[in-house]
């Protein structure tokens, strides 16, 4: 079975630009989260949609928005880019609901804001 | 607010030997799952263990295990007869299965562990 699977791999952006990430989740697995990782430390909870609604929002700007489709894939959206925004981006997939909560993650897009 | 803090920013192995990695969380919920998660320098981050905060019992896979203190607040993780590929940054993490913050992880700093052959 297919995993949590991300696009791009690698993204190479400049300040001020915007970036657009994609995530398709395990099949059947209806709530996507992303995470915010940056060298060195735990990832930082940015978004969680279950059913195509947002359920949960981390400490981010509204320059990060995301949303999901009726296939419950994923996108996540970082408008006026910063140096700061340099990061691994995961994404992770569960079942949903009030039980199996447990999230397995993709192999994340490594995006560098020069 | 929950935390989740790991006090250990490298612990280092011999292959086969055990080794136990340390993390204390915080949280005002009384419905919560604990997770270990393993990252390698391919940085797949791959679920090594959960457990459940109303079991007592202690979770187990194969070589890895955890000692939960629900009162203390403690989850470690015990890794048995290491191997090589056991290397990797180890992440403790939390969520909430109630709340405000319901279904979402918290992390700590991370342990990176090695493993000397």
């Known amino acids: 079975d297919a995993g949590v699977t991300q696009s791009p791999t690698h993204l190479i952006k400049t300040r001020g630009q915007q970036v657009t990430l994609r995530c398709s989740p395990i099949?059947?697995?209806?709530?996507v989260s992303w995470y915010q990782q940056v060298l060195g430390q735990g990832p930082q909870f940015i978004f969680q949609y279950y059913e195509k609604e947002e359920r949960g929002r981390g400490n981010f700007p509204d320059r990060f928005s995301a949303r999901q489709f009726p296939n419950y894939s994923s996108e996540l959206n970082v408008n006026a880019l910063l140096l700061g925004d340099s990061a691994l981006y995961l994404c992770a997939s569960s079942l949903g609901g009030q039980i199996l909560l447990t999230q397995y993650f993709g192999p994340g897009t490594r995006l560098t804001v020069l | 607010a929950q935390t989740v803090t790991q006090s250990q920013p490298e612990m280092s192995v011999q292959e086969a030997e055990t080794v136990t990695l340390s993390c204390t969380y915080d949280t005002s919920e009384s419905d919560y799952y604990l997770f270990w998660y393993k990252q390698p320098p391919s940085r797949q981050m791959i679920l090594v263990i959960r457990q459940e905060a109303y079991k007592q019992q202690n979770a187990t896979e194969n070589r890895f295990s955890v000692n939960f203190q629900k009162a203390a607040k403690s989850f470690s993780l015990k890794i048995s007869d290491s191997q090589l590929g056991d290397a990797a940054m180890y992440f403790c993490a939390s969520l909430n299965a109630g709340g405000t913050s319901y279904g979402k992880l918290t992390f700590g700093q991370g342990t990176i562990l090695t493993v000397h052959p």
């Open positions: 099949s059947g697995h209806k709530s």
